[in-house]
């Protein structure tokens, strides 16, 4: 598994509460994802990082917002939750080594 | 944009048939490709990456090819059993941009009967 952990990995909350995932990795990759992944749709980018405080937004990334204190974390927030963001939603970092992507077992996210 | 389509979108084979499953991307410009294997409810696992400069990986019974020319991969399952079934899906890295985003196709669905 990379050593990767997300937390939690079930959740329900109630629409218009913010809502942090979290991620962390053991291995210090510099390289750090997080996607959705929806019925019909496969997995969609969210923001990425690529270093301590050093993030970028990914196709689907309104309504999200992410930040990285530090190498082995990455947060992602929902600032205000709503249905639409009823979602499963992975962590992934990225082995430099050959460019290897690895991903987390997900979180299980329902917005109601 | 790059596209990557995986076709069929299921597939319902018996135990110890050959299978292929194919995925195709509309844009060449690859840094390379990788297969995942995906279990109801859970995360994603690798299962072969393909650089750009290579023809094809080998994993046990999985085989991946990859003609970047053409736009395509196939992994190849010999012998499949039960404990294949699962969701395999591709994923391509672009050769340009640092943050080497991928992008996945939605996935065939493999159901290996007895």
């Known amino acids: 598994d990379a050593g990767i952990t997300q937390s939690p990995r079930h959740k329900v909350t109630e629409t218009g509460t913010p809502v942090t995932l979290r991620c962390h990795q053991t291995?210090?990759?510099?390289?750090m994802y997080w996607y959705r992944q929806d019925p019909g749709h496969g997995l969609r980018l969210i923001h990425y990082?690529?270093?301590?405080?050093?993030?970028d937004k990914g196709e689907v990334s309104d309504g999200y917002s992410v930040s990285r204190s530090k190498t082995e974390d990455f947060l992602l927030t929902l600032e205000s939750a709503t249905s639409s963001q009823t979602s499963v939603y992975f962590c992934?970092?990225?082995?430099?080594?050959?460019?290897?992507?690895?991903f987390g077992q997900g979180t299980r996210l329902t917005v109601v | 944009k790059q596209e990557v389509t995986q076709i069929p979108a299921a597939l319902s084979v018996p135990e110890g048939e050959n299978l292929v499953l194919n995925c195709s991307f509309t844009?060449?410009?690859?840094?390379?490709l990788q297969w995942f294997r995906q279990d109801p409810g859970k995360g994603l696992t690798s299962l072969l990456l393909?650089?750009?400069?290579?023809r094809e990986q080998t994993s046990g019974r999985l085989n991946a090819s990859l003609d970047k020319s053409s736009g395509r991969s196939t992994l190849y399952i010999a012998a499949s059993q039960p404990g294949d079934s699962a969701t395999y899906l591709c994923?391509?890295?672009?050769?340009?941009?640092?943050?080497?985003?991928?992008?996945f196709g939605t996935g065939t669905r493999l159901q290996v009967t007895l």
């Open positions: 994923a391509v890295r672009p050769s340009t941009g640092t943050a080497s985003k991928l992008t």
């Open positions: 990082s690529y270093g301590v405080k050093d993030t």
């Open positions: 291995e210090n990759h510099r390289y």
């Open positions: 393909i650089q750009s400069s290579q």
């Open positions: 992934a970092i990225r082995d430099s080594t050959q460019d290897e992507a690895f």
């Open positions: 844009d060449s410009a690859i840094y390379n």
